[in-house]
C-alpha cells in the first residue's frame, strides 16, 4: 500500500512509498482503511521534533475510514463501522480517567514508536500511534471513534483533532459566556474551531488576529465579527468595555502570542492556551501582574475534556447546522502530493487541506 515517511527528524519533506504494510494487528487491534486524512499543525511540530515521535514514522492523526477487521476481544466497533482516529486514547482507569480528567491521561505514551508499519526490511511508526498518511493503518481498538455513515470522510477527519481541540477549548475549558468579548490569535484550523465554539457558546464579540490578510477574511465567515493583524491587537483591547477581552485565546503557540493574548485580557479575564509550543520557548510573567490582575492561565489539551464526549458534540452541531465542517477545508490534494499540502500549511495558504486515500 501508499504511505508517507519520515525517515529523519528534522527533513522537510515526506517520501511516499508504495512497499509499505502495516503490522501488529492482532487481539485488541483493529484495522482501518482510510479514505481522508487532514494536515494537522502537530504533524509538522512532530518532523520537526518540536513534539516527540520517533522517526522514522508516518505522520498524521486526523483520519478517517472504514474498519475492515477486528482483532480478538475488540467490542464497540465492528467491521464496516465508519470512524475517526484518536491519537491519544484514555485508559480509562488511571486516577485522572477516574478524576473525570481522561484528556490528560498519558498510557497511550508507552505505545509511541511501537512499529505500526514495515517497508523495505524496516518498521515506523506511526505518529503517536497512528499514522494516517497512509491508506490503512492498524490501531488499537480505543483509538477508533464511531461517526455516523452519512458524516463525509473529509469533514469527519478534521474531528480528529483540530475541530475537538478548538471546540472543546471554548465549550469546555473556557466556557465562554453569552455576550463576552473574546480574541482568538491565530486562524488556522484550531483557532477558526475556536472561533466557532464561541460563536455557539453565544459570545457577543470574536475578533480574530493573523497576520495574513486572507486568513483573517476567510474567518469572516466562521463567526467572527471583526479581523485584525497582530499590532492592532493593543487598540482593539483597550476600546472593550472593560479595558481587555473576557478570553483570549491562543492558538499559534508561542510566548510572544500568549503574552499578547496575556496583555489583551481583560482584569479577571482568561487567556486559554491551545497552541502547541515548544518546550523551550519560555514565556514570563512578574509575579506582580499575576497577582494584581487575576487573569486567568488556562492551558486545553485536546479540547480539555472527554474527547469522545467532545466529538460527539461536533457531530451533533455538524447535524444541527451550527457547525460549519465543509467550510474549513480549504484544499484537497491525493496523497502523493502531501509535500504540496505541507508546503501550504507553512505558508499559511491552507485553513485545513485533506488529502484523499481513495
Known sequence: MRAAILYETGQEKLEVREDVETVGFGPGRVRVRLRATSLCHSDLSAMSGVLPQPAPFVPGHEG??????????????????????????????????????????????????????????????????????????????????????????????????????????????????????????????????????????????ITVVDPVASRRERALAFGA????????????????????YDYVFEAVGRSATVRAGYDAARRGGAVVVI?????????????????????????????????????????????????DLAGMISHRLPLAEVNEAIAQMRSGEALRTVLTLD
Open 225 to 244: 465579527t471583526e479581523a485584525i493583524a497582530p499590532e492592532e491587537l493593543k487598540s482593539a483591547a483597550k476600546s472593550q468595555s472593560a479595558g481587555g
Open 275 to 323: 497552541g502547541a509550543g515548544a518546550r523551550e520557548d519560555q514565556v514570563s510573567f512578574s509575579m506582580g501582574e499575576l497577582f494584581f490582575n487575576e487573569k486567568r492561565i488556562l492551558p486545553s489539551f485536546y479540547g480539555g475534556g472527554d474527547v469522545r464526549r467532545t466529538a460527539a458534540l461536533a457531530i451533533d452541531l455538524w447535524r444541527a447546522g451550527r457547525l
Open 64 to 205: 478517517a475510514g472504514d474498519v475492515v477487521e477486528v482483532g480478538e476481544g475488540v467490542t464497540g466497533v465492528a467491521v464496516g463501522d465508519r470512524v475517526v482516529l484518536c491519537w491519544m486514547p484514555p485508559c480509562g482507569g488511571c486516577a485522572l480517567c477516574r478524576r473525570g480528567d481522561s484528556h490528560l491521561c498519558v498510557a497511550s505514551l508507552r505505545r509511541l514508536g511501537a512499529p505500526g508499519f514495515a517497508f523495505d526490511g524496516r518498521t515506523a511508526s506511526g505518529f503517536y500511534g497512528t499514522g494516517t498518511f497512509a491508506e490503512e493503518v492498524v490501531v488499537t481498538a480505543d483509538s477508533v471513534i464511531p461517526v455516523p455513515a452519512e458524516l463525509p470522510y473529509d469533514q469527519a477527519a478534521l474531528i480528529g483533532c483540530g475541530v475537538t481541540t478548538g471546540l472543546g477549548a471554548a465549550v469546555t475549558t473556557a466556557r465562554v459566556e453569552p455576550g463576552s468579548a473574546v480574541a482568538v490569535i491565530g486562524a488556522g484550523g484550531v483557532g477558526i474551531a475556536a472561533v466557532q465554539g464561541a460563536r455557539i457558546c453565544g459570545a457577543g464579540r
